[in-house]
């Protein structure tokens, strides 16, 4: 470790000072820094005060979302990195904003409200735990931790402290194309339901070239297991989220092969992988993902006995099976026995009024990431749980570690129970 610490520059102890903190400062609420455990009351009709901890591509993307909220002033901006600090402080919007390169000065700072979490993915717990048991609301972007033990330790934060908002950054189910699909799923328009597919194809590299070795693994954050579980919790994540969040239940086992076929150059994470999982109601699901063929892109699809509904992000297609009466002998009744293809639906013509023709339906909403941020204010002026809280948001956590541990142990079957005892 030592050897590497001198080629890159930048030791592991100096990463966690400026940018993970003391986990057991984190962990034990910040008693030394003397924080209240509320900052202050919020009124309605007050500015509230909001810091974001890492001011990356991420973070630098919802800091504009952010300063174009009403009552919103982003009085903090926090990264290690000088030029993603300085367009932080571009973004924010606000000349007299402060800018930190260690992240707890930001939680130190007793007038800001509320904290968004931007930074690489083995952050994203220890500074949403410091930041509840300071008393500030916590935005966090996904995937919610890294291993099991940090998914129960923010858990314990947030039912330690209910009267603050905590919300992880799934903005993709604040879409409307995904509601109407979710609808239309749990209304039974599928039927049985027997299979799912995820996947996020891409073609690059995730490496920054011709950095500073001092910065190396810092900006090149993605490649390395300290840091985040690659494909599947930075990528695949929000399509796993989804399918979870519609389907209402949680793989018992889980199987993932891994490898890296492209890019040979001392990378720690794979750059194609493929795996599977058994749902509780025997539902089979399959992911893959990959940096070296973008040809799908990112989707996910559910299959029924009566039709298959492909999700694309701004778009949904319905296929209804042709043939069904076969299924009537199981006691699967269909009434979509008379199929009209190649018919496109406006948005008022509903799949469940017009089940005889094959979908194609794109919504013009708002951006998720927008809606997102604005759930969160909306729950910090007027009380009530967020759309995507802890409970939801632990589920993609959970499958996506089932197959991480998975691909680094040959393939190996694993199981919900022996993921969620690593915590």
């Keep these: 470790m030592e050897d590497k610490q001198k080629e890159t520059g930048l030791s592991r102890r100096d990463f966690i000072l400026k940018g993970a903190g003391a986990a057991a400062v984190a962990v034990a609420g910040l008693s030394a820094l003397g924080a209240p455990a509320i900052v202050r009351g919020q009124n309605l009709n007050s500015n509230l005060n909001v810091g974001v901890i890492g001011t990356g591509s991420r973070g630098c993307y919802l800091l504009r979302i952010l300063a174009a909220q009403p009552q919103v002033i982003i009085s903090d901006v926090c990264d290690i990195y000088p030029p993603n600090l300085e367009e932080g402080k571009k973004d924010s919007g606000n000349p007299k904003v402060r800018a930190w390169e260690d992240w707890q000065k930001i939680i130190e700072q007793k007038d800001v409200d509320a904290v968004v979490v931007a930074p690489p993915l083995f952050l994203h717990v220890p500074c949403s735990v410091a930041a509840l048991e300071a008393g500030k609301h916590v935005f966090s972007e996904k995937s919610m931790g890294l291993t099991v033990k940090q998914l129960n330790e923010v858990g314990a934060a947030v039912k330690a402290h209910p009267d603050k908002v905590y919300l992880v950054g799934y903005q993709s189910r604040m879409m409307d194309s ?45 490649l390395y297991k300290e840091y985040c579980g690659g ?161 939801t948001c632990r589920r993609p956590s959970i499958a996506a570690l089932m197959l991480y541990e998975s691909s680094f142990d040959g393939g190996r079957k694993v199981t919900r129970e022996e993921i969620e005892a690593q915590g």
């Design 178 to 222: 995904f509601n109407d699909a979710k609808k239309l799923v749990q209304g039974g328009s599928l039927g049985k339901l027997v299979q799912f597919y995820v996947h996020y194809d891409n073609n690059r590299t995730w490496r920054k070239d011709d950095v500073d070795p001092k910065w190396e693994r810092v900006l090149n954050w993605r």
């Design 231 to 391: 494909i599947l919790t930075e990528l695949l994540t929000h399509e796993i989220d989804m399918v979870l969040d519609i389907l209402g239940t949680m793989p018992v086992s889980g199987s993932c092969t891994g490898k890296i076929q492209v890019y040979q150059d001392g990378r720690e994470h794979w750059d194609s992988l493929m795996g599977h999982w058994e749902m509780e109601d025997g539902v089979i699901g399959v992911a893959s993902g990959g940096l070296a063929n973008a040809r799908w892109g990112s989707s996910w699809a559910i299959h029924g006995t009566f039709g298959t509904l492909e999700f694309t992000g701004s778009a949904y297609r319905i296929f209804w099976e042709k043939e069904t009466r076969h299924l009537q002998q199981l006691g699967l009744k269909h009434k979509f026995s008379q199929i009209k293809l190649g018919q496109s639906l406006n948005v008022s013509d509903a799949p469940m009024t017009e089940p005889d023709k094959v979908v194609d339906y794109r919504d013009n909403t708002e951006d998720g990431s927008t809606r997102a941020v604005q759930n969160f204010f909306e729950c910090i002026r007027n009380g009530g749980q967020p759309v995507m809280n802890y409970d």
